[in-house]
């Protein structure tokens, strides 16, 4: 199932307090990046990011998940209300990444 645009723009307003936060459409879903750097993305309508130990922290009882079949085990954000949470998730993930480039 691919994820709708509408649910895109609402991730993205939920990410407008942090600085960077930016997405692109691969083959149905599309991918985040902060500051050029591939944090999560949006996948089935849902929002998983990167299990870093800087996402860790932020979302200690996130339930881990496939963002796809075949991908990397990712932190499930639960909560999309929470733009305070999702600003410090962001620039946690852009501390944590090393150096990308822009999307």
Known sequence: MASSKS???FVL??????????ARAMM???IL???????GG???DR??????PAAAALLPDAPRELPYPGGREMLLVEDLEDRKLLRALAEALDEALP????P
């Open 7 to 9: 649910c895109l723009d």
């Open 13 to 22: 307003e939920q990410f407008s307090e942090a600085e960077g936060v930016s």
């Open 28 to 30: 149905g879903e599309y």
């Open 33 to 39: 990046y902060v500051r050029g750097k591939v944090f």
């Open 42 to 44: 949006v996948y089935d």
């Open 47 to 52: 929002l998983p990011v990167k299990g870093l």
């Open 99 to 102: 150096a990308g480039r822009r």
